[in-house]
C-alpha cells in the first residue's frame, strides 16, 4: 500500500522541472528531490518520509497524525516526518516538505 501510495506522490511531481525522482545509492535513492535535496522518500522499511520544519512537525504529532523518521532505534531525525494516519494527504505533505527544502532554511 505504501509504495503505490508514494508513487501516486511521485507521479505528482513529474511535471516540475525543479524536482528529481530517484537516483544514486543507499540512503535516498527513489527519493524526491528539489534542487538535489531530499525532501521525500520511501525508507527502507517502506514508510513514507518529509522533511518539515521541526514547528510543523510538532504540530502534526501533538496531532496524533505519525511520528517522527527513526531509520535506527534511538536515532530520531527531528526535521523527518512519518505521517501514520489515513487522513494525511501525502501529496500535500510533499508539497509543504518541497516548499520548505527549496528556500533551504536551515
Partial sequence: MANSK??????????????SFGGGKGFGSGALKVNGKIFAM????????VKLPKNRIDELLISGMGKRFE????????????????????IQLAKEACDFVKRGEP
Fill in 42 to 49: 520511501s525508507s527502507s522499511k517502506s514508510e513514507f518520509v
Fill in 71 to 90: 531509520p535506527r532505534p534511538g536515532m530520531v531525525m527531528k526535521e523527518w516526518f512519518v505521517p501514520a494516519d489515513e487522513r494525511v494527504d501525502w
Fill in 6 to 19: 508514494y508513487s501516486e506522490v511521485a507521479q505528482a511531481f513529474t511535471r516540475r522541472t525543479d524536482v
